[in-house]
């Protein structure tokens, strides 16, 4: 079922509304309202990343704060909106960009005092390991990666310009709306060019390819075997579609059976 999907803010982006419509009838199903929160500041941050924090609301809205600070770096102004629609990819560039302008945000929180790193011998290690650190959180590089898309393929940061998150959920629907990627093609054929394309574009090893090819072989027979009877069914009278179906794959099969015992 084709569904097109509506958003709409309230209170200047204190919440958002999500309508989904069917294509086909129009009909609308029931609305899904997120409230939006504001993001909080650099020193808030700090202490959300420097402390052990256990209030995972509090951490999520200071990873989408942070994040809203790291993807105003004029260093990522060029990959705006620069997704590819059609194939869902992004610049190659963009993630060494954003790495890049992460280390400047966290540099500017441990300048400030928000973050007040151990003493070392080596201080730029001991930055390193607590950059690290945040960058392999799983928390936050889901963050990342919702914001990520939504910047690359929406065109648009995750705070609005009166002073709100979007909600993660919004992000991921914006998303899904303005991509063109097509719906993968799961017939048998569709699933064969597939195949086809893998193969043109590595080498098979000796071994893959041996039993890659007694499977195409007892594929070829049960196709055979099956276009053979859907031929039959034709001009069968008396025999309704499903059972002359069912019938021709059970005797593809059947043929198939007996060809792998010669």
């Keep these: 079922m084709a569904t097109k999907m509506v958003i709409e803010t309230v209170g200047e982006g204190a919440c958002f509304i999500l309508k989904r419509t069917n294509a086909e009838t129009g009909k609308v199903s029931d609305a899904e309202t997120l409230h939006s ?18 209030a995972a ?19 990522l102004d060029g990959y705006k909106g620069s997704g590819d629609r059609k194939t869902g990819k992004l610049a190659k560039e963009l993630k060494a960009a954003i790495r890049e302008a992460e280390g400047e945000y966290l540099r500017g929180l441990v300048k400030a005092g ?11 290690q001991v930055f390193q390991e607590f950059a690290t650190a945040i960058r392999e959180d799983k928390n936050y590089s889901n963050a990342k990666n919702h914001v990520t898309r939504y910047f690359a393929f929406v065109g648009a940061y995750n705070a609005t310009q009166s002073g709100y998150l979007v909600p993660v959920p919004v992000m991921q629907e914006q998303v899904k709306a303005v991509l063109e990627v097509p719906d993968a093609d799961n ?4 699933m064969l060019d597939a195949i086809k394309a893998a193969m043109d574009k590595s080498t098979i090893a000796s071994d893959d390819a041996i039993d890659s090819l007694a499977r195409a072989k007892a594929l070829v027979i049960t196709l055979e075997g099956i276009v053979q009877h859907y031929a039959e069914m ?15 794959i059970a005797k593809a099969k059947t043929a198939e059976t007996e060809d792998a015992l010669l």
């Design 114 to 124: 928000h973050v007040k790193l151990k003493a070392g011998d080596n201080p730029e």
């Design 57 to 75: 609301p509090s951490r999520r809205v200071a990873w989408l704060s942070m994040l809203a600070q790291v993807f105003k770096n004029p260093k």
């Design 187 to 190: 017939t048998i054929s569709g």
């Design 37 to 54: 929160e504001k993001p909080i500041d650099d020193k808030a941050i700090g202490k959300v990343l420097f402390a052990d924090f256990k």
């Design 234 to 248: 034709r001009t069968a009278v008396g025999t309704g579609i499903g059972a002359a179906a069912d019938s021709a």
